[in-house]
T-cell receptor
Framework: GENVEQHPSTLSVQEGDSAVIKCTYSDSASNYFPWYKQELGKRPQLIIDIRSNVGEKKDQRIAVTLNKTAKHFSLHITETQPEDSAVYFCAAQGSELSFGAGTTVTVRA | GAGVSQTPSNKVTEKGKYVELRCDPISGHTALYWYRQSLGQGPEFLIYFQGTGAADDSGLPNDRFFAVRPEGSVSTLKIQRTERGDSAVYLC???????????????FGEGSRLTVL
C-alpha cells in the first residue's frame, strides 16, 4: 500500500514568517494529494489539494507543489498568523487515502 | 444533520469486551470511511464503503474488526474482544466520491475516543 512520510514533525515559526512542510510517497500510481489541518481536539479539515496533472496550486497564503518524478509534495504557508497553529497532515491516494504522521506548527507572536 | 455525526464521543471499556461505534454521514454522500488515529499520529485507513458495500477493507487490522453499512447511510464499526492496543480515536468521514474517482474532500466527524482498560 501507499506509504507517506512527512517532515518535520514539529515546526516553530515567528509570526509573519513562512512555514514549509514536505512529504514523500511511495506509490507512483497515486494521483491525489490533499492537505488537512487539525486543531487541538477537533476534526481534520481540508485546506488545499492538488491532483497529479498539476504541478502547483495556490490559495491566498497557502500553496502546494507536486513533483511526481521525485514523488514528493510540499505545503507552503506564507505570512503566518497565530491561527495557523495546528497539526497539518499530508495525504496521498493510492488505492486509498493514506496520511502522513503530521506536523505540529506553532506560530510565535 | 449538517455534518458527520459520531456516537459515542467517548467509550471506556474493559479488555475483552465488545464495542460498537456509530457514524451518521452527510446526507447524500455515497462514500464513507473509517480511520483510526492514535496520539501523535495521522489517521490510519481502516475501511471504505461505496453505498452499502465495503469497497476496500484492506486496512482492518484483524478479524476482530468489522463494519457494516446496511442501508447505505449509517455505518457501525464493531470491535470484538477488545485489546488495550485498540485504544485510539476512531474517525469516520464521508465524501461525494464516485466509483473509480479520487476521494475528493473528506468531511470528518469529531471521532469516538475508545479507551480499553
Amino acid at each position: 500500500g501507499e506509504n507517506v512520510e512527512q517532515h518535520p514533525s514539529t515546526l516553530s515559526v515567528q509570526e509573519g514568517d513562512s512555514a514549509v512542510i514536505k512529504c514523500t510517497y511511495s506509490d507512483s500510481a497515486s494521483n491525489y494529494f490533499p492537505w488537512y489541518k487539525q486543531e487541538l481536539g477537533k476534526r481534520p479539515q481540508l485546506i488545499i489539494d492538488i491532483r497529479s496533472n498539476v504541478g502547483e496550486k495556490k490559495d491566498q497564503r497557502i500553496a502546494v507543489t507536486l513533483n511526481k518524478t521525485a514523488k514528493h509534495f510540499s505545503l507552503h504557508i506564507t505570512e503566518t498568523q497565530p491561527e495557523d497553529s495546528a497539526v497539518y497532515f499530508c495525504a496521498a491516494q493510492g488505492s486509498e487515502l493514506s496520511f502522513g504522521a503530521g506536523t505540529t506548527v506553532t506560530v510565535r507572536a | 444533520g449538517a455534518g458527520v455525526s459520531q456516537t459515542p464521543s467517548n467509550k471506556v471499556t474493559e479488555k475483552g469486551k465488545y464495542v460498537e461505534l456509530r457514524c451518521d454521514p452527510i446526507s447524500g454522500h455515497t462514500a464513507l470511511y473509517w480511520y483510526r488515529q492514535s496520539l501523535g499520529q495521522g489517521p490510519e485507513f481502516l475501511i471504505y464503503f461505496q453505498g452499502t458495500g465495503a469497497a476496500d477493507d484492506s486496512g482492518l487490522p484483524n478479524d476482530r474488526f468489522f463494519a457494516v453499512r446496511p442501508e447505505g447511510s449509517v455505518s457501525t464499526l464493531k470491535i470484538q474482544r477488545t485489546e488495550r492496543g485498540d485504544s485510539a480515536v476512531y474517525l469516520c468521514a464521508s465524501s461525494l466520491r464516485g466509483q473509480g474517482y479520487d476521494t475528493g474532500e473528506l468531511f470528518f466527524g469529531e471521532g469516538s475516543r475508545l479507551t480499553v482498560l
